[in-house]
């Protein structure tokens, strides 16, 4: 599966299930999944991915709008790049166009997974956004491990025949056009 199919799936995935949220929730609704680890709470969100605001609505949109362009020349210019690579840029790809996709259409984002332990809970968020979080995550993973990677290699050291002197064998012979010729 093309990396941009994968886009395709989150950006469906996202916007059916906030269908479903929207159509058969009442705003701030919230009901019980699994104990008090995960419940679903229909909230819509103005501000960024878990609740984050900076700005207004239309720095937002052209903030996500903007986004969605540069990963997307982004993933062209690395097509023949390795699959993690693409693969976090199109987790990242899926989850902003879900999420500007609810802004062009509602104004807002609309978060519903809410998880935490009683009253210590993590901000409500979406599909885009834990896809935006894992894109996001393999990323600085990528990075790092290829950092590591460069840091480990071990240096390659020039090979020198016996008909070709090694530098040092040039600089033993070497002499000072300055000083006298014996």
């Keep these: 599966m093309g990396v941009l199919m994968i886009t395709a799936v989150i950006v469906v995935l996202d916007q059916i299930t906030k269908l479903i949220v929207k159509s058969r929730f009442i705003l701030e609704e919230s009901i019980t ?15 960024m ?13 052209i903030f ?3 986004a969605t362009v540069v990963i997307l020349v982004y993933l062209y210019r690395i097509r023949h790049e390795r699959l993690p690579s693409r693969l976090s840029l199109a987790l990242i790809l899926g989850g902003a166009i879900g999420n500007l996709i609810d802004r062009f259409a509602y104004g807002r984002v609309i978060d ?5 332990l009683g009253t210590l809970r993590w ?17 600085v993973a990528l990075v790092f491990f290829e950092k590591e990677k460069a840091e480990v ?8 025949s016996k008909d ?8 033993d012979n070497w002499q000072d056009s300055r000083s006298p010729s014996a």
Excluded: C, Q, W
């Excluded at 519903?112 to 935490?116: Q, S």
């Excluded at 901000?123 to 990323?139: Q, W």
């Design 33 to 47: 999944v699994l104990g008090d680890v995960l419940r679903f709470t229909y909230i819509e969100n103005p501000g």
């Design 49 to 61: 991915a878990f609740g984050i605001r900076l700005g207004g609505r239309y720095f937002f949109t």
């Design 64 to 66: 996500s709008a903007l």
């Design 112 to 116: 519903f997974i809410d998880v935490g």
């Design 123 to 139: 901000p409500v968020f979406n599909v885009a956004d834990s896809a935006v979080s894992i894109g996001m995550v393999m990323l």
């Design 153 to 160: 290699a071990p240096a390659v050291a020039p090979s020198f």
């Design 164 to 171: 070709k002197p090694s530098p040092s064998d040039e600089h």
